[in-house]
């Protein structure tokens, strides 16, 4: 089922409000796997959106499984995230309200892909070299890896 596109064809681009799973993958080396969007080339933490019946821990499963073709294990619990930087312009005019539940791993099976058409590229950063193209929501989370604050579970 994909929730989203259901939902637009009753309301057109007008805001619909949504929760993205997303899950920060640190490799052996302490480094961040981030994804590079095909919609806005910019960098973001693999995930998407919750769909009905699903808990937070399947959604992220699946949207990892679906966009990077690993298998993620051993999530913990990283972050909640809500406030004015969830609200999303995409380039094809939708506009979505996204909260946020960040997971944490650093297990996972399989080999990460590119070849989804949402990605254009996954890459590991060590913490002096994060982008600066962040995609918005994206940003808090990225940038509270990146200062070591493990305890955001709430904002």
Same mark, same amino acid.
């Given at each position: 089922?994909?929730? *989203?596109?259901?939902?637009?064809?009753?309301?057109?681009?007008?805001?619909?409000?949504? !929760?993205?799973?997303?899950?920060?993958?640190?490799?052996?080396?302490?480094?961040?796997?981030?994804?590079?969007?095909?919609?806005?080339?910019?960098?973001?933490?693999?995930?998407?959106?919750?769909?009905?019946?699903?808990? +937070? *821990?399947?959604?992220?499963?699946?949207?990892?499984?679906?966009?990077?073709?690993?298998? !993620?294990?051993?999530?913990?619990?990283?972050?909640? +995230?809500?406030?004015?930087?969830?609200?999303?312009?995409?380039?094809?005019?939708?506009? !979505? +309200?996204?909260?946020? !539940? #960040?997971? *944490?791993?650093?297990?996972?099976?399989?080999?990460?892909?590119?070849?989804? /058409?949402?990605?254009?590229?996954?890459?590991?950063?060590?913490?002096?070299? #994060?982008? /600066?193209?962040?995609?918005?929501?994206?940003?808090?989370? *990225?940038?509270?890896?990146?200062?070591?604050? +493990?305890?955001?579970?709430?904002?």
């Amino acid at each position: 089922m994909d929730y *989203i596109k259901s939902m637009r064809k009753h309301v057109g681009h007008d805001l619909v409000m949504t !929760v993205g799973c997303g899950v920060l993958i640190e490799n052996e080396k302490g480094q961040l796997l981030l994804q590079k969007r095909s919609d806005t080339g910019e960098w973001c933490v693999p995930g998407g959106a919750l769909e009905p019946g699903e808990t +937070y *821990i399947q959604a992220a499963t699946r949207e990892l499984s679906e966009e990077v073709g690993i298998k !993620v294990k051993d999530l913990k619990l990283f972050g909640l +995230y809500s406030g004015d930087d969830r609200e999303i312009h995409y380039p094809n005019m939708d506009v !979505v +309200y996204s909260l946020s !539940v #960040i997971f *944490i791993t650093k297990a996972y099976d399989g080999e990460i892909s590119d070849s989804d /058409s949402e990605v254009l590229e996954h890459r590991f950063f060590d913490r002096a070299d #994060i982008p /600066s193209e962040l995609f918005g929501p994206d940003a808090r989370p *990225i940038i509270d890896w990146k200062n070591e604050i +493990y305890d955001v579970t709430v904002d």
